[in-house]
């Protein structure tokens, strides 16, 4: 079976770093693209990037382009997303998900992961 | 504001069929799959349609799509109440480097 497992939830405080993680297994994790997309509280979803594990590739959407790094350790089949000085603003839900084969990118996603909440309190 | 543009609400009776619509532009639908994507309440996003109009295996037949220059529709037919869920449709956009574009998706409501 294809999964993906996240990492728990996160309480953090503005300014303070972290990074969550993205378990494949039941796949070649380096042939297919990883994706991450954010959903805040009661919003849509927003795609932040993608990962090609095989090489490393990443894309950024413009709109998080700085804000956050995406990076994958093969060895291990996780894909990570990560901040260094988190705010507020970033309070959401991060979903990781397969995305498609090969060099082309798509917007096909199959299977999603289970989410990771990410709270950013004072 | 999304790049996609769906309708915020959508609602039917059970038994009925409903469509959602899902408007682009030449860089993302017009030239690229749409797909769509259910989210049921509390839980993570499935996969719906892929490549404008193709069913992942496990999807019942109700669930369909179509694509038509710039825009997309999902229909499903015989509306179940297990249908109410979040729906937002998806493509690839060619501008700006390249990026996924997300409608800002479609609450179905089963009456």
């Known amino acids: 079976e294809v999964q993906l497992v996240q990492s728990g939830a996160e309480v953090k405080k503005p300014g303070e770093s972290l990074k969550i993680s993205c378990k494949g297994s039941?796949?070649?994790?380096?042939?297919?693209?990883i994706g991450w997309v954010r959903q805040m509280p009661g919003k849509g979803l927003e795609w932040m990037g993608i990962i090609y594990p095989g090489d490393s590739d990443t894309r950024y959407s413009p709109s998080f382009q700085g804000q956050v790094t995406i990076s994958a350790d093969k060895s291990i089949s996780t894909a990570y997303l990560q901040w260094s000085s988190l705010k507020a603003s970033d309070t959401a839900m991060y979903y990781c998900?397969?995305?498609?084969?090969?060099?082309?990118?798509?917007?096909?996603?199959?299977?999603w992961g289970q989410g990771t909440l990410v709270t950013v309190s004072s | 504001q999304s790049v996609l543009t769906q309708p915020p609400s959508a609602s039917g009776t059970p038994g009925q069929r409903v469509t959602i619509s899902c408007s682009g532009s030449s860089s993302n639908i017009g030239s690229n799959y749409v797909y769509w994507y259910q989210q049921l309440p509390g839980t993570a996003p499935k996969l719906l349609i892929y490549r404008n109009n193709q069913r992942p295996s496990g999807v019942p037949d109700r669930f369909s799509g179509s694509k038509s220059g710039t825009s997309a529709s999902l229909a499903i037919s015989g509306l179940r109440s297990e249908d109410e869920a979040d729906y937002y449709c998806?493509?690839?956009?060619?501008?700006?480097?390249?990026?996924?574009?997300f409608g800002g998706g479609t609450k179905l409501t089963v009456l």
């Open positions: 998806a493509a690839w956009d060619d501008s700006l480097s390249g990026r996924v574009v």
């Open positions: 998900a397969r995305g498609a084969s090969g060099i082309t990118i798509f917007a096909w996603f199959d299977p």
């Open positions: 039941g796949y070649s994790f380096t042939s297919y693209w």
